[in-house]
């Protein structure tokens, strides 16, 4: 019996059988070289593209199970981003009827030049072709310089075709850390040789006048100390080095052997190229002082730059890379929102040229990163045009710096004009106030020798009348000391009474003698007698002296003495009555400051060749910002109103210092007080 699972199994199969077709063969479309051909061969339509699964995708896999994977490409190039496969390509070309010669040979070229692995194979279509009967050609930047290499500039494989046969061409692309980009094209040699011709001379133009740029930062710079020339110039410099790989020369020139070393070189170069980018443009656009946030991005992707350095090194740069695409796009559009905002805040040429710049320039990084990550299906010549867009960009910017520079020079000019108009206006009119003020300043001199004249007579009257009250208190004195003596000899031995009253009243005398004397000393110093007499004088006397003159003068005072035994030996050179009168000076002070409870303390010591005397106080003390003040003459602190006196003291002990070559310090004491010291030279 016929199975019922059958009738129903038929159907579906017949049904299968008419939807499932044959591959069609390739190749399907074969590109005809025609007659007399020259000029360049357009791929257009006649290339076919595939992702091999892994980098390590053989030819026998293309040829095989994965064949069905190649798909049409509308141009000649193909733009993969940052992948971990291979990317492969493949086209056939054959010769035309109606040609004269057998047999013509074709040059292939493919870009870029920093592919990491390029491997084309070549053979003649036949049946049961395996991967072994292609001719290999292995090219590259992880591959020695070919020996068939044509230029550095260019990967060129020459390609032979003979009449009748169809030359299938499979091409395999990877880059190991970086993004995958490949563009095929086809020349004649007659035409390629003035290409190869053109193309250095172009190149080395553009190194040139790259190189022209950044000298003119340098000059700019001697002109004009300003750090965004340098930062320019050394942005300048990153392009100039990125190009060098990008275009191949490193390839050439420093690793000709292969290897790793050019991805390394073409890799730092473009992080590096970024940090100066940022850097530079932060400064042009002055960031810092007018957006000081934006000025901290830039700052940022100058850091990305350099963090980007270390992820090269270390052989992950296609991890790291869509960061710094990111980055170049936020900062290339920052600038050109500052540019355009600057430029509509005042329309001048500089602003218009920075505009320009950074406008270019952001048009020209949006297109070269959307074809190089492959997120714009974009020629592989768009990539290689942001050459020319660098150096506009640069030569625009050069130009408003350049704008910036001369607006300086003018203005530095017109400065210059008007400071000399007005030194010249300025001369003019001192020439006139010298005239009146020679005038004024005779008969102030005039009026001020009178004045001196008549300090001077007035000072010399004063110590005249001192010296007279000295001498009329001096002979009355002189009688009641010599009748209180009479008198004690005359009181008998037990009347101690009258004797204690007749002591006092022999103090009190010697006390009012003290008093004219040390006012008439001070009235001759203060006049026009301050003329010290050096002489080799003791300290121990010299104080002993002091203290004497002081008990008497300074009754009910209580005054304490330290004097080191080093100092106690010394000797200096000076004044006697005058160094006297400075330290009765400061002891008076301090008693007159100090509570009636607390002793005035001076203190003698001797540090190496100086001898140092201090009187220490319990007073209010001086304010900080016045401890020089109360120096000068007639001067007294704020905080002394209170108490009598006539600021000329310390002025007085200031002055006989200076005369003896010492120096004079006043300082607050700790707690509570002033310490006001003289340092003299020993002897």
């Known amino acids: 019996m016929f199975p019922l699972w059958l009738l129903l199994f038929f159907p579906l199969a017949l049904f299968a059988a008419s939807s499932i077709q044959a591959a069609p063969a390739w190749p399907a479309k074969v590109l005809a070289v025609p007659p007399h051909f020259s000029g360049e061969l357009s791929l257009d339509g006649f290339a076919e593209a595939a992702v091999g699964e892994t980098n390590e995708t053989t030819l026998s896999d293309m040829l095989g199970t994965r064949s069905g994977n190649f798909k049409p490409i509308a141009g000649h190039d193909f733009n993969m981003g940052f992948v971990q496969q291979s990317g492969w390509m493949r086209f056939a070309i054959r010769l035309a009827d109606g040609r004269d010669a057998a047999q013509e040979t074709l040059l292939l070229s493919l870009l870029p030049n920093f592919t990491d692995i390029l491997n084309v194979f070549v053979a003649v279509d ?31 494989i020459p390609l032979t075709i003979s009449s009748g046969d169809t030359l299938l061409v499979y091409v395999r692309a990877a880059n190991i850390d970086s993004t995958l980009n490949l ?147 936020v900062i290339a559009t920052a600038a050109f929102l500052v540019t355009a905002i600057d430029f509509r805040a005042a329309k001048e040429i500089e602003g218009g040229l920075k505009l320009a710049a950074f406008a270019l320039l952001w048009i020209g990084l949006f297109l070269t990163l959307g074809q190089r990550h492959g997120v714009i299906p974009l020629p592989n010549w768009v990539a290689q045009s942001y050459g020319l867009v660098s150096i506009v960009h640069f030569v625009l910017l050069t ?46 001199r005039r009026m001020a020798e009178l004045a001196l004249q008549s300090e001077l007579d007035a000072q010399a009257h004063q110590v005249r009348f001192m010296e007279v009250i000295s001498h009329e208190y001096r002979t009355p004195l002189a009688i009641i000391r010599s009748n209180i003596e009479s008198v004690r000899f005359t009181l008998p031995s037990n009347d101690d009474d009258n004797r204690a009253r007749l002591e006092r009243a022999a103090q009190g005398i010697t006390r009012l003698v003290e008093v004219v004397e040390i006012n008439l000393a001070r009235s001759r110093m203060q006049g026009v007698s301050f003329k010290p007499r050096m002489e ?148």
């Open 126 to 156: 036949r049946p049961g072709l395996t991967a072994e009967n292609f001719i290999r050609f292995d090219m590259g930047d992880h591959e020695p310089l070919p020996p068939y290499s044509l230029t550095g500039l260019d990967n060129i």
């Open 183 to 329: 563009s095929a094209r086809i020349f004649s040699p007659n035409d390629y040789d003035a290409r190869s011709t053109v193309g250095p001379l172009v190149v080395g133009l553009w190194f040139g006048g790259m190189a022209i740029l950044v000298i003119i930062q340098i000059v700019f710079f001697c002109l004009d100390r300003r750090e965004f020339y340098l930062l320019l110039g050394l942005n300048i410099f990153g392009t100039i080095l990125i190009y060098f790989g990008g275009l191949g020369l490193s390839r050439i020139f420093l690793f000709p052997a292969g290897g790793v070393g050019n991805d390394l070189f073409i890799g730092i170069t473009d992080w590096l190229g970024l940090t100066a980018g940022a850097l530079s443009i932060a400064s042009v656009l002055d960031l810092r002082s007018r957006y000081p946030r934006l000025n901290h991005v830039f700052l940022l992707a100058a850091l990305i730059g350099l963090l980007g350095v270390f992820f090269v090194l270390i052989g992950h740069n296609k991890l790291y890379t869509p960061i710094a695409g990111i980055t170049i796009v």
């Open 399 to 444: 130009g408003s710096l350049a704008v910036r520079l001369r607006k300086a020079e003018s203005a530095g000019r017109a400065a210059d004009r008007r400071a000399v108009e007005a030194a010249t206006a300025a001369r003019k009119w001192a020439s006139e106030l010298v005239v009146e003020r020679t005038a004024e300043l005779v008969e102030a």
């Open 536 to 683: 080799r004088l003791s300290v121990s006397g010299l104080i002993d002296a002091t203290l004497e003159h002081a008990r008497d003068l300074l009754q009910g005072a209580k005054i304490r003495d330290e004097v080191s035994a080093s100092a106690r030996d010394a000797e200096i050179v000076g004044d006697n009555d005058m160094l006297i009168l400075a330290l009765i000076n400061l002891l008076e002070n301090a008693a007159k400051f100090s509570p009636s409870d607390r002793s005035v303390q001076l203190s003698v010591a001797r540090n190496e060749d100086t001898v140092v005397v201090s009187v220490r106080d319990w007073g209010i003390g001086i304010p900080d910002e016045e401890l020089e003040l109360v120096k000068e003459r007639a001067t007294r602190g704020s905080n002394a109103a209170h108490i009598e006196g006539t600021g000329m003291g310390l002025s007085l002990v200031s002055r006989i210092t200076a005369a003896h070559d010492g120096c004079f310090t006043l300082e607050n004491a700790a707690g509570r007080g002033a310490v006001a010291s003289i340092f003299l030279p020993s002897a």
